[in-house]
C-alpha cells in the first residue's frame, strides 16, 4: 500500500464526519446572513437571489473538508513546547511564519502563551538583536524563531553580532525537509541544509528528525550556547514533525539539563600569575568580555584592592565602577605606558591593548606597553576560534597563557595573591592606590571641564545630552541598554556613575549597524520585572535599520527611554571618507556625500508616534532638552515607552 493511501485510510473516518457536519454548518451561517446581506448589498444572483457578503460568523465556519486531531492524538508541537518549557525561557521573540506555524500555535495556545510568551516582531534581526540585549540584562537567553531560508537570511547579521560577542542566543527555524510534501511556497523557503549559511558563526546547529531527537537536541543547544565561550545555536525543526498527529500516550521523554562547571585556570599558572603581580611596581589589570554574572564585578574589585592595582574597563561587559578610585580606564595610554605586569581578562584585543596602528597612507604599529612588561591572558577565547570570520583580532605574544573562565579563576587568583602578599608589599601596594586614587579624580574633573565647552550650542552637543539625561534618571534605578557605538561618544562612562553590573551591557560585538535598538527593547524587556529604568541613546542610522521595534515596545507594554543622538549622519563613515580625501589631497568639502541622513530630515518623534509611543522633538536647543526629558521620564515610570529626539553635534 502507497504512503499516501495509508495516510487516507487512517483518516477517513475523521474527514467524513467533518465534511458533513462543516458543510452543513457553513450552509445555516449562509442563511442566517441572507437578510443582513440584502440590506447591505442591494446586488443580485442571475437566479434573483442575494449575493452574501462575508460576515464574521461565515469567515469562521471551516472549510468543507478539514482534517482535525481525534480524541486520543496530539500535536508533535505540543510535545516542543513541553521541551521548551524545561529549559524556563520567558520569552520567545517572532515575527510569524508559515514554515513554524505549528510551534506557533502550540505556543499560545497549549502553552497558554506564558513561559514563553510569545514578543511579536516586524523584523527577524530585531527578534536576535532583542535576545542579544535580554541575555546580556538578564544572565539568561530567551528564544527566537524564523521562517525558514528567508527568516534566516533576515536574521543572519544580528546573529553575527551576537557570535562576535559570545552571547547565547538560541535560535530555531522551520524547514520543510521531505519535498514530497512541501507546498509550492514551501520551495523558495525551504533548504537542504538550513543552518548551512551561518553555520561559520554559530557554535552548533541541528536539525532533528524526531521528536526523541529534537528532545535531546534542544536542551543540547542550550546546554552548548550556555557553556563559554558562549554563542549562538540553531535548531532547524521539520513542518511536518510539527504538525504531524501522534499518540497521547506516546513515550516521550525529556531530558535533564545540567549545566557543566566552567573551566578555571591552572593552579600552577594561576599562582605564577599572583606573584608577578604582588611583586610588580605597576600592575595594570585590563578587563573586557570579562563579566558574565553580578559576581564578576564584585571578584574584580576585590582582586584590584588586594593588589591596589590600575583596573582598565574596555567595556564589552560592565566590569568594574567608574568612580571607584582604582579606575583608570580613562588614561588607559598611560598606565599601559607604565605598566610592568598586564593581566588581561577575557580580552576581545590583547593585540590593540599593548600596540597601536598608524591608520595612514601608509599603515604602522608601535609597542605602546614597554617591551620587558610581562602580559599575562585568562580567556575562554583561546578554547574555541573559526577560520572564516576574522573576528579573533592579531594575534599577542605573552608570558602565561590561561585558557580558562575568567570570572572563574579569579576566586583561585585571589586567594593566591593574599597567601603571596608581605606586610612591606602591603605597604607600597597601599602607596600605589593612594596615587592612582588622586590620577583618577584629576582625570574626573578634566571630563567634567571638557564637558562644559559648547554646552549652550545648538545642535546640542553629544556632552550636554548625557549631562541632561543622567540628571534625570541619577536617583532611578537605571541601566544604559544601549550599545557602545550611541552612548553619546564615551561621556556618560567619563560623568555618569556606573557602579552596578548591570548599569551597562555593553556593545554589539561585531559592529554590526541596527543592533542598538532592537537590543535596547530586549534588555528593557529583561530590566522590566527588576523595576529598573532602562534608557537608550539612539543612534538615527541604527534605528532605521529596523524601526519597527518601536511599535514592539509599545505593543507589549516595554518601558524604555530612547533619547535619540541625532546628528543627521552616518557620522563615522563621514570621517573615514574624510580621512581618504586627505590622504589623496582632494579636500574634504565633498566628504559628506553618501553619508548624511538629510534632505528629508527624519521625523523620530513622529515616527515613534506613529507606532504609539510617546515621543518629543525634534529639540535642538539645550534650554529645552531638560523639561522634555522629564516629562518623558514620568511617562517610562508609568510603564510606557517613550522618546526624545534631539539633534546633536557630530561629537
Known sequence: MADSDRDEQ????????????????????????????????GAAAPNGSAIPVMTAAAEAAPPGDVQVLAADERCGSDFMVDVIKSLDFEYVCANPGSSFRGLHESIINYGGNEAPELVTCCHEESSVAMAHGYYKAEGKPLAVMAHGTVGLQHASMALYNAWCDRVPVYMIIGNHNDAALRRPAEWYHGVQDAALMVRDYTKWDDTPWSLTHFAESAVRAYKVALTPPMAPVVIVLDGHLQEEPIPKNARLSIPRLTLPALPQGDSGAVEETARWLVEADNPVIVADRYARTPEGMRLLVELAEALQAAVIDQGSRMNFPSRHPLNQSQRAGAVIAEADVILGLELVDFWATVNSLRDQLHRSTRRVAQSDAKLVSITTGDLYIRANYQDFRRMQEVDIAIAADAEATLPALIDAVRRQTSRGRSRAMGERGAKLADAHEASAANARAAAAYAWDASPVSTARLCAEIWNQIKSEDWSLVSSYYSDGGGWPRRLWDFDAPYRWLGHAGGGGIGYGAPASVGAALANRKHGRFSVAIQTDGDLMYAPGVLWTAAHHGI??????????????????????CNAR???????????????????????????????????????????????????????????????????
Open 585 to 651: 589631497n582632494r579636500g574634504v568639502e565633498r566628504a559628506r556625500i553618501g553619508s548624511e541622513i538629510t534632505n528629508p530630515n527624519i521625523d523620530y518623534a513622529r515616527l515613534a508616534q506613529s507606532m504609539g509611543i510617546y515621543a518629543e522633538g525634534p529639540i535642538a536647543s539645550a534650554a529645552e532638552l531638560g523639561p522634555a526629558l522629564r516629562r518623558a521620564v514620568e511617562v517610562v515610570k508609568r510603564g510606557e515607552p517613550a522618546l526624545v529626539d534631539v539633534v546633536t553635534q557630530v561629537r
Open 10 to 41: 487512517t483518516s477517513a473516518h475523521r474527514r467524513q464526519f467533518l465534511r458533513t457536519s462543516a458543510m452543513a454548518g457553513a450552509a445555516a451561517l449562509v442563511g442566517a446572513a441572507s437578510d443582513a446581506a440584502n440590506a447591505q448589498s
Open 559 to 580: 518601558p524604555l527611554l530612547s533619547v535619540m543622538n541625532n546628528n543627521r549622519a552616518y557620522h563615522m563613515e563621514i570621517m573615514h571618507v574624510q580621512r581618504m
